[in-house]
Nanobody
Framework: EVELAESGGGSAQAGGSLRLTCTTS????????LGWFRRTREKECEFVST???????SYADSVKGRFTISRDNAKATVYLQMNSLKTEDTAVYYC??????????WGQGTLVTVSS
């Protein structure tokens, strides 16, 4: 059974940092592309970042230069380092396996709230 669990969300001031962690099990982690998406109050779920099995990364324009995705295959864990946070980064963040540009499995999400 595929399981993903996000953690590390919380409250931060604008300009601050948070690090999200996603622990996984139940699938061949090192063979899969992983990603982070987020859902805000106003918008549909939107792409944040992905990392392929060989470590290639991609980012939404809105987070490029501020967020960094990484993976630890030995721990079957993917991370999202978020720096220079903005109020518009407030959202529930989901990690998951990526298939054709979208999450095909995901965790319960972790809430990030950024205040000014």
């Amino acid at each position: 059974e595929v399981e993903l669990a996000e953690s590390g969300g919380g409250s931060a001031q604008a300009g601050g940092s948070l690090r999200l962690t996603c622990t996984t099990s139940g699938f061949s982690f090192d063979e899969r592309e992983l990603g982070w998406f987020r859902r805000t109050r106003e918008k549909e779920c939107e792409f944040v970042s992905t990392i392929t099995s060989d470590g290639s990364t991609s980012y939404a324009d809105s987070v490029k230069g501020r967020f960094t995705i990484s993976r630890d295959n030995a721990k079957a864990t993917v991370y999202l380092q978020m720096n220079s946070l903005k109020t518009e980064d407030t959202a529930v963040y989901y990690c998951g396996t990526v298939l054709q540009g979208a999450l095909d499995t995901w965790g319960q999400g972790t809430l990030v709230t950024v205040s000014s």
